[in-house]
Nanobody, 115 residues
Framework: QVQLVESGGGLVQPGGSLRLSCAAS????????MGWYRQAPGKERELVAT???????NYATSVKGRFTISRDNTKNTVYLQMNSLKPDDTAVYYC?????????WGKGTLVTVSS
């Protein structure tokens, strides 16, 4: 059974930092593309960043230069380091994995950026 469990969300002031983690189980982690997506209230879910099995990274324009995605295949975990956070980054952040047409999602972790 595939499980993706996000952690690390919370309340942070504008300009602050958070690091999200997503621990995976039930999959061969290293062969999956891992990604972070987010959904703000009243908006559609959108791509934040992805990292392929070979380590190639892709970022949404809105987070480029502020967020960094990384993975540790020895820990079956993908991370999202978020710096210089803005109120517009407030959302539920979801972890996603895909291996060709096999896709799984985590349940999400809430990030609130507010003073």
């Amino acid at each position: 059974q595939v499980q993706l469990v996000e952690s690390g969300g919370g309340l942070v002031q504008p300009g602050g930092s958070l690091r999200l983690s997503c621990a995976a189980s039930g999959i061969i982690f290293s062969i999956n593309t891992m990604g972070w997506y987010r959904q703000a209230p009243g908006k559609e879910r959108e791509l934040v960043a992805t990292i392929s099995s070979s380590g190639s990274m892709n970022y949404a324009t809105s987070v480029k230069g502020r967020f960094t995605i990384s993975r540790d295949n020895t820990k079956n975990t993908v991370y999202l380091q978020m710096n210089s956070l803005k109120p517009d980054d407030t959302a539920v952040y979801y972890c996603r994995r895909n291996n060709y047409d096999l896709v799984s999602w985590g349940k999400g972790t809430l990030v609130t950026v507010s003073s």
